[in-house]
């Protein structure tokens, strides 16, 4: 019943900046850790940040900490990813996806999620 759609890719040079959206549907995601992955093609589905509802603090792996942010706002069922400085490495599909109502945390493997997106396009030029 939930779905996760995913907007605001594109095609875009190096250097510049996208925002990212996940609007939810089906019922509140303000109580389910959100996260956003991405993945080359023929390589594996990878974690970039995660947002937990309650009691932690964000996670953001090596490759883009200090160039993405993620933020949620809750009274519309929506998770962003900022996504400043691209480069051509930053080539991918990007996925939204939503953990468990109530669970704790977040999970680096994509099994800790319940929801997924179905992605959006995001291509960096040189």
């Known amino acids: 019943q939930v779905q996760l759609v995913e907007s605001g890719g594109g095609l875009v040079q190096a250097g510049d900046s996208l925002r990212l959206s996940c609007a939810a549907s089906?019922?509140?995601?303000?109580?389910?850790?959100m996260a956003w992955f991405r993945q080359a093609p023929g390589r594996e589905r990878k974690l970039l940040a995660a947002?937990?509802?309650?009691?932690?603090?964000?996670y953001y792996a090596d490759s883009v900490k200090g160039r993405f942010t993620i933020s949620r706002d809750n009274a519309k069922n929506t998770v962003y990813l900022q996504m400043n400085s691209l480069s051509p490495e930053d080539t991918a599909v990007y996925y939204c996806?939503?953990?468990?109502?109530?669970?704790?945390?977040?999970?680096?493997?994509?099994?800790?999620?319940?929801?997924w997106g179905q992605g959006t396009q995001v291509t960096v030029s040189s």
């Open positions: 996806a939503a953990g468990r109502l109530g669970r704790s945390g977040y999970g680096a493997s994509t099994g800790w999620y319940d929801y």
């Open positions: 947002i937990p509802w309650s009691g932690s603090s964000t």
């Open positions: 089906g019922r509140t995601l303000s109580r389910s850790t």
